[in-house]
């Protein structure tokens, strides 16, 4: 079987670097905010080309806090796209504001900007774009509205680290991000840990005590803060993991570019790169086919795993039942024909032929 992500082909590659990090860490014998995640905070501050950098528990967390940080809540509304994981609006839900969900382009699979203003009222604080699978989305129209209605814009770039819009990093495209590295991510840690890039110092102060109690100071609350802090075992094997980034990204970029450049089956509508090759970091490579349930199992017969990201949109969730009778059509088509193909830094070069060569043999 070829597996969808070989996590622990993955990390073996830096098995030494990981347990010399671990030692450090034990011998130190300062376990939490320590040296190691200061370190890994200047390091990704200066991959994504922020001033700040702070590290939290994980990607959800990221994005609660920056939406905590700028006092978005009750009565608020921040604009999502109904088309991501639901990480991203379960954080709007947490500050007690409102989602509003906008429909993506069926091409991309990302926010489309054309159908943002129409949903801006006198309630809306902020712009949350998701880079989902990896794709930045197309940030100049979205721009153009936050400078018009004076709104924050906030990176969801759980799938997105080392993405390049336009000559710049993803995590460097509007007011703040969240980055997750769960171990799945393109930068993944041996468990939950995540990230908050902003070049905003004011929200930066705010966010490094929110994440630590609302604390600056120990035994000083300036907050009703939380406990969520980047783990310092995991920031040694991040910095180790960040060293390999853009080449890894670099050869999921060749397997898509084989994919895209080779797969040709009218039954298989590949994904579509805009605004250049370095726009996409591939954390999936997502085909859309009208008979999935078959499509996945001719995969199966041909011993290749294949995932789907994702089965259920957000608003069909029981999570969100208060939303069972709205209507995103090209969302629900979008989450009823992807399927997820193999893609990885680890991923053979003939496993990559030998998939595509499955694919066009599909009927
Ligand atoms: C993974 C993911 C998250 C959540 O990150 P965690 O670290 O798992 O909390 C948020 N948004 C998107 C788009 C994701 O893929």
Known sequence: ???????????????????????????????VLGQEVKKFETDFA???????????????????????????????????????????????????????????NILTYNIDPAKIEEKITSNTKAIMVVHLYGQACNMDPIRYLAQKYNLKIIED??????????????????????????????????????????????????LFALRNYGSNKKYENLYKGYNSRLDELQAPILCEKLRYLNADNKYRRDIANYYLDNISNENVILPVVENGSESHVWHVFVVRVTD?????????????????????????????????????????????????????????????????????DYR
Not at 160 to 189: E, Q, R, T, V, W
Not at 294 to 321: G, S, V
Not at 323 to 351: G, R, T
């Open 1 to 31: 079987m070829i597996p969808f992500l070989d996590l622990k082909k993955i990390n073996l590659r830096h098995e030494e670097a990981i347990l010399n990090g671990m030692k450090d860490v034990l011998h130190s014998g300062w376990y």
């Open 46 to 104: 200066n991959f994504t080309e922020n001033k700040y950098c702070l590290g939290v528990a994980n990607g959800l967390d990221a994005l609660e806090l920056i939406i905590r940080g700028y006092d978005i809540g009750i009565g608020d509304e921040v604009i999502v796209p109904s088309n991501t994981y639901i990480a991203s609006i379960l954080a709007v839900s947490a500050n007690g504001a409102t989602p509003i969900l906008v429909e993506p």
């Open 292 to 360: 999935r349930e078959r499509f996945m199992q001719f995969m199966n017969d041909k011993r290749i795993q294949t995932l789907i990201h994702y089965p259920i949109p957000p608003h069909k969730q029981e999570a969100y039942k208060e939303w069972e009778n709205m209507s995103f059509p090209i969302s629900e088509q979008i989450h009823s024909q992807v399927v997820s193909i193999p893609i990885s830094p680890v991923l053979e070069m003939s496993d990559v032929v030998y998939i595509t060569e499955a694919i066009n």
């Open 157 to 206: 770039c759980a799938q997105s680290h080392g993405a390049i819009y336009k000559g710049k990093m993803s995590g460097n495209l509007g007011d703040a991000a969240a980055f997750s590295f769960y171990p799945g991510k393109n930068l993944g840690a041996l468990g939950d840990a995540g990230a908050i890039t902003t070049n905003d110092e004011e929200l930066y102060k705010k």
